[in-house]
């Protein structure tokens, strides 16, 4: 199975990444943006993995839960990657308390490996920008504004299965943060 370690977005995050992925397609963001229900802030992508594998990991993701408490994070701008210039993504920069989810990318990484990178939550794949002016008068806008914040209780083991109309998402296994 295709699978990714990650947060999936509540409602609330959801709701301002629609808005703000309207706001992209009226100045004329082409591509293919990440539909409300597959929102999520991927912390490793592990790409394909066994059902053996699936479990190990479940059972490395429930020992590293352990040792958190539920935190807050915050999309805090919106970014292009690489850059304005030469936009590929459209992400969200994710903004967190105490550096709490950089700290569980890295013992994710450490415990179980795949593709990290820095906390974000991707919003559009760019095809192409019909006014690039706009396009960064936009970022601008949403360049240092805490847009939304959520709650972070757990972490998901997402399956992928690619279907005609894009990705769909699973939770194969989720690790809710300790109470204590």
Do not use: W
């Not at 066994?50 to 059972?59: P, V």
């Amino acid at each position: 199975m295709r699978a990714f370690i990650g947060i999936l977005a509540p409602e609330k995050v959801k709701a301002a990444a629609t808005s703000i992925a309207n706001e992209l397609n009226e100045i004329g963001v082409i591509g293919k943006y990440v539909e409300a229900e597959n929102l999520h802030v991927n912390l490793s992508f592990l790409d394909e993995i066994s059902e053996e594998d699936a479990q190990e990991f479940a059972a490395k993701l429930d020992l590293i839960a352990k040792g958190y408490k539920k935190f807050s994070a915050t999309l805090s701008a919106v970014k292009a990657i690489p850059n304005e210039r030469f936009a590929r993504v459209v992400a969200f920069a994710v903004e967190q308390e105490n550096d709490l989810l950089n700290s569980l990318s890295k013992d994710i990484q450490k415990a179980i490996g795949g593709d990290v990178k820095p906390p974000h939550m991707t919003l559009c794949r760019v095809k192409e920008l019909k006014d690039k002016r706009k396009f960064i008068e936009l970022l601008e806008k949403y360049q240092s504004k805490s847009i939304v914040s959520f709650e972070v209780s757990s972490v998901q083991l997402i399956k992928s299965e690619l279907g005609r109309n894009g990705p769909v998402y699973s939770v194969v296994h989720e690790c809710v943060f300790s109470e204590e």
